[in-house]
T-cell receptor, first 112, second 112 residues
Framework: DTEVTQTPKHLVMGMTNKKSLKCEQHMGHRAMYWYKQKAKKPPELMFVYSYEKLSINESVPSRFSPECPNSSLLNLHLHALQPEDSALYLC???????????FGPGTRLTVL | SQQGEEDPQALSIQEGENATMNCSYKTSINNLQWYRQNSGRGLVHLILIRSNEREKHSGRLRVTLDTSKKSSSLLITASRAADTASYFCATDANQGAQKLVFGQGTRLTINP
């Protein structure tokens, strides 16, 4: 299995809602990533997990809360988001010490 | 801030022609990668070139790397309509291979 899956594909939420994005991979990768991508812009790194531990947090607001329950799963919990948080959220994984990252199809998030 | 800068920002060519995209970066790297992204979808890894390599081929793709000029180019030969996508270069930052910094991207359109 060489695929990274993300659910849901689309999400619309209000500013007072709590929702979660889910990412899963079964390639045995021990590094997993969350990126945020605005339209016509490159992906921007948010978080990196290595061996289920948070290793990089790119000064992301606390309304985004990542979680890595096990080596195959990565969640992003959302709470009290702002309309400017609307974007495509991409998950990726990689073998540690290897540069290639494998991306999921993304979740298109709209905050009303 | 993005380390990689790409040009052109947009490129439109006829099917069958070759497409060349360039990427410049600012700091020393371990490797440089190119990714493709179809509209609103996840990124697909195309090719990785290490800092001690100067040229690499993969099918219709040819990548060059000039570390003295801190630049790379991606050549797609005999373009097809299916090559229409955004192309991003990505470099690994000094924190190791886990963190990629993406260029602004080139939007390539192949006209039938």
């Amino acid at each position: 299995d060489t695929e990274v899956t993300q659910t849901p594909k689309h999400l619309v939420m209000g500013m007072t809602n709590k929702k979660s994005l889910k990412c899963e991979q079964h390639m045995g990768h021990r590094a997993m990533y969350w990126y945020k991508q605005k339209a016509k812009k490159p992906p921007e790194l948010m978080f990196v997990y290595s061996y289920e531990k948070l290793s990089i947090n790119e000064s992301v607001p606390s309304r985004f809360s990542p979680e890595c329950p096990n080596s195959s799963l990565l969640n992003l919990h959302l709470h009290a988001l702002q309309p400017e948080d609307s974007a495509l959220y991409l998950c990726a994984s990689s073998l540690l010490r290897k540069g290639t990252q494998y991306f999921g199809p993304g979740t298109r998030l709209t905050v009303l | 801030s993005q380390q990689g800068e790409e040009d052109p920002q947009a490129l439109s060519i006829q099917e069958g022609e070759n497409a060349t995209m360039n990427c410049s970066y600012k700091t020393s790297i371990n490797n440089l990668q190119w990714y493709r992204q179809n509209s609103g979808r996840g990124l697909v890894h195309l090719i990785l070139i290490r800092s001690n390599e100067r040229e690499k081929h993969s099918g219709r793709l040819r990548v060059t790397l000039d570390t003295s000029k801190k630049s790379s180019s991606l050549l797609i030969t005999a373009s097809r309509a299916a090559d229409t996508a955004s192309y991003f270069c990505a470099t690994d930052a000094n924190q190791g291979a886990q963190k990629l910094v993406f260029g602004q991207g080139t939007r390539l359109t192949i006209n039938p």
